[in-house]
């Protein structure tokens, strides 16, 4: 059973009640908000563990409703919900402060996984600074920030300097999609941003080095056009 | 010039009679007033003869030289009479009269001649400035003709009014129109579409009538025929610039129609893209629904089943509602190219490897002859190009049959092949098979589709500059080919950075 109180903001009626009932069920408790705006009050005046946001919504639309909580809360998880496939609206939730981003139409349980997820990393980033001085392990690979070590099924991975570094930073976020732009400038500087191609030369090579099969890849995977996620929970 | 121009003013013949007998009957009153004042005051014969030259001259200023002439002839017969000595007689008593009576009537004729040339060098300027002005009407009623209606009515209205003619009657070979606008029949407007047929420029002073044709450039576009005192010159002009109205009313013609086709286009992709996401709230709203239901986990075998149908249903939905998505944009052109440098074997692999477990045991054979030249191509729009001729080659071929795929690269362009065992394609239909919604006539009945997936690759080729084609024979199976042009060499950035 879940648990938690979710912020549904969709100025389709059916939509928010589809999502209403069927969050509530499996153990959420629901508010719903057509509007931008309405939206922005609720959330001044009560607690949520989590925001459902339409981007495309008449009056404010979804990216500034989302930029506008982001102002308020740094903290709340909010996920952005798009019809549109388009990366550039997927960058743009991304860049305006959303966790993750969902296209409709979803199944249920990759919604709720993702829901499940953006509020866990709201709960680490919340307590002590310790995501970055902690070991951090999916599955089989494990990532040790202060040794600057990797190892995978309990052996050594040698990795590069830039290497170590995009993989922890996909790792801090396991299970977010982190835009391409955002990888680069973390991990060569603020100056990169465009340069989609070393980053597909380096997943390259880390996939070589992390996955049993680089060309299906379990752990380090491709949001298209938007940017890398590494694997959050490995199904296996 | 000046002789065309008289031979446009004639008057009818009986007219031009009484009216010459008139002016000659009213000089010679003129002339018998002064000739009895003349006498009655008894004037020397040089005073006469001046006051007679001043009458011939009038008469050749007013009406023409042959009045001028004939009164002159009077005159001097007056002269004669009941001036120089014997009076009341025609007999010259004395020679030296006789040099007076020719020298006057050789300057009486001169003097006329002249007058009346300069009259008539006056009335034709006159003329053609009439002219010329009334073509600088026509030419600006043309500017501001009504461009959106057909320009025959118009013009054939102008010209009647500014030239004051009889009829005029045009045909507009591009309309296959006839406008008129006078008194004439409807057999006699058709003098037009003759003169188009025929091809002539004809003048019939007869029936007072001119023909022209109108072209624009070289080409015959139309034809006037115009009933009244028109000079073949000013119908020569006329024709020319009932050319300019053709033409401006044919481009503008031209401009609507390609501004109102880009219209459609936008209107096509704008509907077309509301009708998508149109469906894809219902569609995220039933998926929610049925994956929900799932979820729960408090359904029966059956109910899970039936869940699975809706949520399996509605997910096949949003697929064909995407794609539909898809070639709108890419035929609407909207679609940018997210162009990259792709190397294109690297790329056949990674689909092939993907789409194993899809191609339910299909054996894909790959032959790479590629130098690894990248190529400058969007990459998803190019794996779906692949991945749409890999399913096709799976889902018409025989379970288990392999797939061939093939790379090849030449100077200029990549080709890329995929080849399945498939049954034959028949030959009408291998260039419709990439037009959206066109099945082949075997495929409708035997194989599930929707005719879209065909021609968003094409679509997808064509933004890349590329073609698409397909090869079928019985014995060598069906092949769909792909060709792209390579990417100039130089282009792609150092990769390792560190």
């Excluded at chain 2, 009153?29 to 040089?46: E, H, K, N």
């Excluded at chain 2, 940018?336 to 477990?357: G, W």
């Amino acid at each position: 059973m879940e648990s938690g109180v979710i912020l549904v903001v969709d100025d389709e009626m059916s939509i928010r009640r589809a999502l209403h009932t069927t969050l509530q069920k499996l153990g959420f408790k629901v508010v719903e908000a057509a509007r931008g705006e309405e939206a922005l009050s609720l959330v001044r005046t009560n607690p949520f563990d989590a925001v459902l946001l339409d981007i495309n919504m008449p009056g404010m639309n979804g990216i500034d409703t989302c930029k506008n909580i982001r102002r308020l809360f740094s903290r709340i998880p909010i996920l952005m919900l798009t019809v549109r496939d388009s990366e550039d609206d997927k960058v743009e939730a991304l860049d305006a402060g959303a966790d993750d981003y969902i296209t409709k139409p979803f199944q249920l349980r990759e919604l709720t996984a993702r829901i499940r997820a953006a509020m866990r990393w709201t709960k680490a980033a919340a307590g002590p600074q310790e995501e970055t001085a902690s070991v951090l392990r999916v599955g089989d690979i494990e990532l040790d920030p202060v040794r600057r070590t990797v190892k995978k099924a309990s052996r050594s991975v040698h990795l590069t300097p830039k290497e170590f570094e995009l993989t922890h930073q996909l790792m801090i976020y396991a299970g977010r999609p982190i835009p391409h732009s955002r990888l680069l400038n973390s991990v060569w500087g603020p100056e990169y941003g465009g340069e989609l191609e070393y980053l597909r030369t380096f997943m390259h090579q880390l996939r070589r080095k992390l996955e049993d099969d680089p060309a299906n890849p379990q752990y380090l995977l491709t949001d298209a056009h938007v940017g890398y996620r590494f694997v959050e929970k490995l199904d296996r | 010039m000046t002789s065309r121009l008289t031979m446009a003013i004639p008057l009818t013949e009986k007219r031009s009679w009484m009216l010459l007998l008139m002016q000659c009957a009213i000089s010679c009153v003129g002339l018998a007033a002064l000739t009895s004042l003349a006498f009655w005051l008894r004037f020397p014969i040089a005073t006469v003869g001046f006051i007679y030259l001043l009458v011939v001259v009038v008469a050749a200023l007013n009406y023409g030289i042959w009045q001028a002439t004939f009164i002159s002839l009077v005159a001097v017969s007056c002269l004669n009479y009941f001036f120089i000595p014997p009076v009341f007689s025609f007999v010259v008593a004395d020679n030296r009269d006789w040099i007076a009576i020719v020298s006057f009537q050789v300057c009486a004729l001169i003097v006329s001649r002249l007058s009346s040339r300069e009259q008539k060098i006056a009335r034709d300027a006159n003329y053609q400035r009439i002219q010329m002005k009334k073509l600088y009407e026509l030419s600006r009623g043309i500017l501001l003709f009504d461009l959106p209606s057909p320009p025959g009515p118009q013009l054939a209205q102008l010209i009647r009014r500014t030239f004051s003619v009889d009829d005029v009657a045009i045909f507009d070979a591009g309309l296959a129109r006839l406008d008129h606008e006078g008194t004439w029949t409807a057999d006699e407007q058709q003098i037009a579409r003759q003169a188009f047929l025929t091809d002539r420029n004809e003048d019939d002073t007869d029936i007072r009538t001119a023909q022209r044709v109108v072209r624009v450039g070289s080409t015959a576009v139309a034809a006037i025929a115009i009933r009244g005192e028109v000079d073949p010159l000013i119908a020569n002009a006329i024709a020319s610039l009932a050319a300019i109205a053709f033409e401006r009313s044919r481009s503008f013609e031209k401009e609507a129609r390609a501004e109102s086709a880009k219209q459609a286009e936008q209107l096509r992709g704008a509907v077309l893209d509301a009708l998508a996401h149109a469906f894809k709230t219902p569609l995220t709203v039933i998926c929610t629904a049925s994956s929900g239901l799932q979820e729960m986990g408090t359904l029966d075998q059956t109910e899970v089943e039936l869940a699975d149908l809706i949520n399996q249903e509605a997910v096949n939905l949003n697929q064909l509602c995407t794609r539909l998505l898809q070639t709108a944009k890419l035929e609407a052109s909207t679609v940018t190219l997210r162009a990259e440098p792709v190397i294109l074997s690297k790329l056949v692999k990674e689909v092939v490897t993907q789409l194993e477990p899809a191609l339910k045991g299909h054996p894909v054979e790959l032959s790479i002859q590629e130098r690894d030249t990248p190529l400058q191509g969007d990459r998803e729009l190019l794996m779906m190009i692949l991945t749409q001729y890999l399913d096709n080659a799976a889902k018409y071929s025989a379970p288990e049959a392999p797939i061939n795929v093939a790379v090849r690269e030449s100077d200029s362009e990549l080709l890329l092949s995929v080849c399945n065992r498939g049954p034959l394609i028949q030959m009408q239909d291998r260039e419709r098979v990439f037009e959206r919604f066109y099945r082949g006539a075997d495929a409708r009945e035997r194989i599930a589709g929707t005719g879209v997936g065909l021609s968003i690759v094409k679509k997808a080729a064509e933004a890349h500059q590329g073609h698409v084609w397909v090869v079928s024979g019985e014995e060598e199976g069906t092949t769909f080919f792909l060709s792209m042009p390579k990417l100039k060499v130089g282009g792609n950035k150092p990769w390792n950075l560190e």
